[in-house]
């Protein structure tokens, strides 16, 4: 059974750093890329950061490009996102998510840089709020 296990969350003033990670338990293949979402209370869950695991490519939101940087860490299925300069509208639930193969999609796609995604694992979240 595939789980996505985030960590890392917390509270933080304006300015500071985070570093969430995620890590893929039960995968039997590689994904073909991970990705990091938020979703603030009143608010659609929206991309923050994707990498394709097989090349290391990354896509941004625009409001968290050259602040949070997206990586891979010990292997194809382990992501952390390090979040500096933080703001407090970067308050919000983050999810790491998965496109693996073995489960249905929900019809849901996600752009970055133009490029289409969907992701069929989630994790539970993990909570981060930046006071001013």
């Known amino acids: 059974q595939v789980q996505l296990v985030e960590s890392g969350g917390g509270s933080v003033q304006a300015g500071g750093s985070l570093r969430l990670s995620c890590a893929a338990s039960g995968v039997t293949y590689s994904s073909s890329y991970m990705g990091w979402f938020r979703q603030a209370p009143g608010k659609e869950r929206e991309g923050v950061a994707t990498?394709?695991?097989?090349?290391?490519?990354?896509y941004y939101v625009d409001s968290v490009k050259g602040r949070f940087t997206i990586s891979q860490d010990n292997g194809d299925n382990t992501v952390s996102l390090q979040m500096s300069s933080l703001k407090p509208e970067d308050t919000a639930v983050y999810y790491c998510?998965?496109?693996?193969?073995?489960?249905?999609?929900?019809?849901?796609?996600?752009?970055?840089?133009?490029?289409?995604?969907?992701?069929?694992?989630w994790g539970q979240g993990t909570q981060v709020t930046v006071s001013s």
């Open positions: 998510a998965a496109n693996l193969p073995g489960r249905a999609y929900d019809g849901r796609w996600y752009v970055f840089a133009g490029e289409r995604f969907r992701y069929n694992y």
């Open positions: 990498i394709l695991t097989g090349s290391d490519t990354t």
